[in-house]
């Protein structure tokens, strides 16, 4: 009944997959759908439905094993982003006034922040590294060239 247009029937099956995907997004059913694609090439072709079967079995889980592990990877997010303040940690930043131990300020990410260091006092134009956020204040020190 449906010989002449199965590849039509496993397109639409692929469709469906495609449209579960969209709303899971765990690159399964695309996989799955791929297999479905296979299927649908192997009954443009004439092919039995027992080896369509097996042509999208074989095609899926080919996708499933090379093809989704790269993609998770490629598409999947860190857990832990940091945001706001905590971003800054480790970024560079300048002097702008003298930081002592008590006081200065900084440009960090394009914004003036009030500064500290635990050491020695850092001049104005130096480069140096967030360390610690303190409420408002930023506590740096020196930034260490690379090999030194």
């Known amino acids: 009944m449906f010989e002449g247009y199965a590849w039509m029937v496993w397109l ?3 469709l469906v997959l495609v449209a579960v995907e969209a709303a899971t997004v765990d690159f399964m059913f695309l996989m799955l759908a791929g297999g479905a694609l296979g299927g649908s090439a192997a009954a443009a072709f004439g092919a039995p439905f027992l080896v369509q079967a097996v042509v999208a079995a074989i095609v899926a ?7 989704r592990p790269w993609l998770k990877r490629r598409f999947t997010v860190e857990q832990h982003q940091r945001m706001g303040a905590e971003a800054n940690l480790g970024r560079s930043a300048y002097v702008l006034d003298r930081v002592t ?3 200065g300020r900084v440009k960090l990410a394009g914004e003036t922040w009030s500064a500290r260091t635990s ?4 001049e104005p134009g130096e480069e140096v590294v967030v360390d610690a956020i303190e409420g408002a204040t930023v506590l740096v020190s020196r ?5 030194s």
């Open 12 to 14: 639409g099956v692929a």
């Open 143 to 147: 930034a260490r060239i690379l090999g």
């Open 119 to 122: 050491g020695d006092s850092i």
């Open 101 to 103: 131990t008590s006081n």
């Open 61 to 67: 889980v080919v996708l499933l094993v090379t093809v």
